[in-house]
């Protein structure tokens, strides 16, 4: 008979695995690969996510491994943006393709493309990045020279969502908000794409479960987008671990995974935005109570950095700068008590130790009241 597991329980494996019940030792890409992505809509969210698990984190760590194409940032799961382990961008980016048609179908450009002959614009576009990098904008307008009825802005997002591309260094680096310059991954990793092969469904799935469960089926397609998992775990049912939840949902997991107690441990964390903590799962549940959803998904599309206490979300937090002064502003959603107070500040002051701008820069706290 399965073992059931409590939202405790699935809590405290999943922030292991995720390694937000102690920071690790690990380089920014064996972090990365761990974690199977971080996402990376903005650039400095995912140094943030990192500085979270990792011991030590230097913000020069991860713009290295940029720089050195051990990292990629690229559009992956869920057709967004995320930071990749250069060997997982080559190996699961072919599996995605149909998120991103979905994703290009579903988006304002689909009737801006109609009757288009796509594959010619495909090729087209394909031509123009192999002279050289590109901005989306700079693509966009090299094909409505071709293409002069049509919108540069819905054929460049043709591109995007039919080739592999990666925004190269500096786009994704710390404070970089400039403009990505675009290439196909295997341009942009040479002779270390050549013998890369595509990864399998089964394969995604045992990575996401080791970054993200024990999970359901609706977890992993929530997570990656994809559909057809069902098909998935039954051909690796023999080899995986089922446990039951308390809402009587079946549970899959690695045999080895960690599943700390309930009880464990769980220390103060500041979760960075659009983190995927948040993001991986149908059923929040776990890290999130359905009562603060609407404070951490904001209406406009941001996923603010959050407060975890004793595991679960518990406030929210940003970071404000004013003349040479960064202040972090917590929002608690209840009552924090003395002690959980002390360690969510201290964990703050930490924060802005590493997201210092420059010396000589004042740092504060400031805990708003109850909402």
Same mark, same amino acid.
């Given at each position: 008979m ?7 329980a699935?809590?405290?494996a999943t922030? #292991? ?7 690790r030792r ?11 992505g971080?996402?990376a809509q903005?650039p400095?969210?995912p140094y ?14 991860l713009?290295e491994?940029l720089?050195?194409r051990?990292v ?6 869920r ?5 990749? #382990?250069?060997?997982?961008?080559l190996?699961?980016?072919? /599996?995605?393709?149909p998120?991103h048609q979905?994703?290009l ?6 009737r ?6 796509r594959?010619a614009?495909?090729?087209?576009g394909?031509a123009?990045l ?5 901005t ?14 049509r919108?540069?802005?819905?054929l460049?997002a043709?591109?995007r969502n039919n ?9 994704g680096?710390?404070?970089s908000?400039q403009?990505?310059?675009l290439q196909p991954? #295997?341009?942009?990793?040479?002779e ?5 092969a ?6 995604l799935l045992?990575r ?7 999970a ?7 997570w990656s987008? /994809? ?6 775990a039954e051909r ?6 089922i446990f ?9 997991d690695?045999?080895r ?6 009880d ?6 500041l979760?960075?935005e659009?983190?995927?903590l948040?993001?991986s799962h149908?059923d929040r ?5 359905e ?7 904001t209406?406009n599309g ?16 940003k ?6 002064? #960064? ?5 608690p959603f ?6 959980d107070?002390l360690?969510?500040?201290?964990e703050a002051?930490?924060?802005l130790?590493f997201a ?12 708003l009241?109850?909402?």
């Amino acid at each position: 008979m399965a073992v059931v597991l409590s939202q405790r329980a699935l809590n405290r494996a999943t922030l #292991a695995r995720q390694m937000l019940l102690q920071r690790r030792r690990a380089t920014a890409a064996q972090a990365i690969e761990k974690l199977a992505g971080l996402q990376a809509q903005a650039p400095n969210p995912p140094y943030i996510g990192l500085w979270s698990r990792l011991e030590g984190f230097r913000r020069e760590q991860l713009t290295e491994a940029l720089k050195k194409r051990r990292v990629v940032r690229m559009s992956t799961m869920r057709a967004t943006l995320h930071l990749m #382990a250069a060997s997982d961008a080559l190996a699961w980016r072919p /599996l995605l393709e149909p998120v991103h048609q979905r994703g290009l179908q579903g988006s304002s450009h689909a009737r801006a493309l109609e009757g288009i002959d796509r594959a010619a614009v495909v090729q087209a576009g394909r031509a123009l990045l192999r002279e050289g990098p590109l901005t989306s904008s700079e693509l966009g307008q090299a094909l409505a020279a071709r293409w002069k009825d049509r919108e540069p802005a819905s054929l460049a997002a043709l591109i995007r969502n039919n080739l592999p591309l990666v925004h190269l260094p500096p786009a994704g680096s710390w404070n970089s908000h400039q403009g990505a310059r675009l290439q196909p991954i #295997a341009q942009w990793l040479g002779e270390s794409a050549a013998d890369a092969a595509a990864a399998t469904q089964d394969d995604l799935l045992l990575r996401y479960l080791a970054a993200f469960g024990p999970a359901t089926l609706a977890d992993a397609g929530a997570w990656s987008g /994809l559909t057809g998992w069902k098909a998935v775990a039954e051909r690796l049912r023999p080899q995986l671990r089922i446990f039951i939840g308390e809402q009587g949902q079946e549970l899959f997991d690695l045999p080895r995974a960690p599943r700390p107690g309930p009880d464990a441990p769980a220390p103060p964390r500041l979760v960075a935005e659009w983190d995927n903590l948040m993001l991986s799962h149908a059923d929040r549940s776990r890290v999130m109570s359905e009562a603060h959803r609407a404070r951490v998904f904001t209406v406009n599309g941001i996923v603010r950095g959050t407060v975890l206490l004793d595991g679960f979300v518990a406030g929210v937090w940003k970071i404000e700068r004013a003349k040479n002064t #960064a202040k972090v502003v917590l929002e608690p959603f209840t009552r924090w008590s003395k002690a959980d107070r002390l360690g969510v500040q201290e964990e703050a002051m930490r924060l802005l130790a590493f997201a210092a701008d420059g010396e000589g820069e004042r740092h504060e706290v400031r805990v708003l009241s109850p909402a």
